[in-house]
């Protein structure tokens, strides 16, 4: 357990990390570049762990199983994660990150429509309390323009990240979680490269400019990395996508998937702090009254969840003692009984 909590911790600190050191890169690096660099090398730290976690399995994967792979890594890489960093782009480092610590809300939702897993009270009340922390940080009424299309791309990325996290769960206890993500973004990683080159053709260069999509255009893959930008793109794509998610992946292992969730709602918290000492970014009265409803709902949907996770472990227990019991008293029989 005490490995446990210190998985925990690393992975809280480097994920509430994320969005200081992208925005850093981001001002020297392109965006659709960045998301794919950093992906690649997080895909790659993986490897290993999905290795153990496939020869653990006894896992063999078909062509179906990586045509799942290309989907949940189109959702994840290509389209949540460069809404998420054009989210980056467009808006504050601490508005993004509270905002898409919320992705869990719409995954209650997305998991209530697509696999009709029910809903308790405890979860619905958790729902409305991000929901208006979610409102009071954007604070609509005194949204500035020029903020209203990153928290746009933020709220899409939460969106999608979300499903990703719905669909991963029909195939998560066939794959592993250290699989569904590795794979996942590595076939995510594969398709951002084919569109890249998409990018590079030149009429469609050209038509991507004319539409104002110049960020798609002509993509570089190495160009603009140098002393001044490699310590931001490795600490974004070794630590916080590659480590990060290990000792994320760990925390479960040694404690619980519930107990593990403390990451995401301390983040929230962290996420702002960081930001306000690196970045310079004001935290200001709607963001600390946003982020106590966030941090409120998310007390309410964590200990539900801790206790109904001590029951199960409970009741497997208790199953477990049970099968001990028989097992042991059939053994018994068996030595007293008449042999034929």
Same mark, same amino acid.
Do not use: N, W
């Given at each position: 357990m005490k490995k446990g909590y210190l998985y925990i911790l690393l992975a809280t600190v480097l994920f509430s990390s994320m969005e200081i050191a992208l925005k850093l890169t981001a001002a020297s690096l392109n965006a659709i570049q $960045?998301?794919?660099?950093?992906f690649l090398i997080g895909g790659l730290i993986l490897l290993p762990l999905t290795a153990?976690?496939?020869? @653990?399995?006894? $896992?063999?994967?078909?062509?179906s199983d990586f045509a799942f792979f290309a989907f949940t890594g189109f959702i994840c890489v290509v389209v949540s994660m460069i809404l998420f960093q054009l989210g980056i782009l467009y808006s504050k480092a601490s508005v993004v990150a509270v905002l898409f610590s919320c992705n869990s809300v719409f995954t209650v939702l997305f998991a209530y429509l697509m696999l009709a897993e029910?809903?308790?009270?405890?979860?619905?009340i958790s729902i409305l309390l991000s929901v208006i922390g979610m409102v009071v940080i954007i604070d609509p009424l005194h949204l500035a323009p020029s903020n209203f299309i990153g928290i746009l791309f933020t709220i899409g990325a939460a969106l999608t990240f979300a499903l990703y996290n719905v669909i991963g769960r029909t195939r998560s206890g066939?794959? &592993? &979680?250290?699989?569904?993500?590795?794979?996942s973004f590595l076939f995510g990683c594969a398709e951002m490269l084919l569109l890249i080159g998409i990018g590079h053709i030149g009429p469609v260069a050209d038509g991507l400019n004319a539409a104002g999509l110049s960020l798609?255009?002509?993509?570089? $893959?190495?160009s603009g990395i140098g002393l001044g930008t490699?310590?931001?793109?490795?600490?974004?794509?070794? !630590?916080?996508?590659?480590? /990060?998610?290990? !000792?994320? !992946?760990?925390?479960? @292992?040694?404690?619980?998937?519930?107990?593990?969730a403390l990451v995401f709602y301390i983040k929230p918290i962290l996420a702002p702090l960081f930001a306000f000492l690196i970045l310079k970014e004001a935290i200001t009265f709607p963001m600390v009254v946003g982020i106590l409803?966030? $941090?409120? /709902?998310?007390?309410v949907a964590f200990v539900p969840g801790i206790r109904l996770q001590h029951n199960k472990g409970l009741s497997e227990d208790l199953k477990e003692?049970?099968?001990?019991?028989?097992?042991?008293?059939q053994a018994e029989i068996d030595e007293t009984s008449i042999k034929p």
């Open positions: $960045l998301t794919f660099l950093r153990k976690e496939k020869k @653990e399995k006894k $896992l063999k994967l078909e062509r029910k809903v308790y009270k405890h979860t619905i066939r794959y &592993g &979680g250290i699989t569904l993500t590795c794979l798609f255009a002509r993509v570089p $893959l190495v490699l310590p931001g793109l490795l600490y974004a794509g070794i !630590f916080v996508t590659g480590l /990060g998610y290990t !000792f994320y !992946f760990l925390a479960m @292992e040694q404690t619980s998937a519930a107990t593990a409803f966030i $941090l409120t /709902g998310s007390v003692d049970v099968e001990e019991v028989i097992s042991e008293a």
